[in-house]
């Protein structure tokens, strides 16, 4: 995309630390990295605008953290939609055309995957990296177009991800076929439990 200011990214922080007995998710470290820290410096080098979506009220190791980012923080409109109430808060308070959204809990993202989807993300309303039936909605390129639908969803209750993207017409679901070459291993792995970050570890260890 030639216009830099087109596209933003949006890293969706949390606060309320309901997992992990109350420890902050994006604080947790891999290899000695917090989680937050290591999906910043995969997109960092993307030279786009950046920022995190967080909770009003987030437990002070991560507010200590964010802060120590330098990034703008948008506090989230919707902190009870999940996913989807992070990115209504980044059309709403951005003029970006496409939001590249992503969660705080990817540690094996990277800087050369995440700008060949970029490359993909040409006319849809959302560019998602796809795995056999399963979607990657919290490493996704959506458009401003989506923000009606997006409304409408929410405020009809419907806070799955998934969801909004399948009721979507126009989404270009990227195989992963044409991704593999990436993935070192774990590329889209997400952390929610104490197992996963074990996992993660281990992985982090082999590559």
Known sequence: MSDQQSLGIAILAGGRSRRFDGRPKGCLTVDGRPLLQRVID?????????????AADPVPALASALNRTGLPQLVDDRPDVGPLGALTTSLAHTDCDRILLLACDLP????SFLAWLLSQATQATVVVPGDGDHLHPLC????????SPLRDCVEAGRFRAHDFIFALDDVHAVPRSKWARF?????????????????????????
């Open 42 to 54: 995969a997109a960092s080098p993307l030279k786009h605008p950046m920022w995190l979506v967080r």
């Open 108 to 111: 094996f993202l990277t800087e």
């Open 140 to 147: 996704s390129v959506f458009h401003r177009r989506c923000e």
């Open 183 to 207: 993935d070192e291993g774990g590329l889209l792995m997400n952390v929610n439990t104490d197992q996963d970050l074990e996992r993660a570890e281990t992985l982090a260890q082999s590559l």
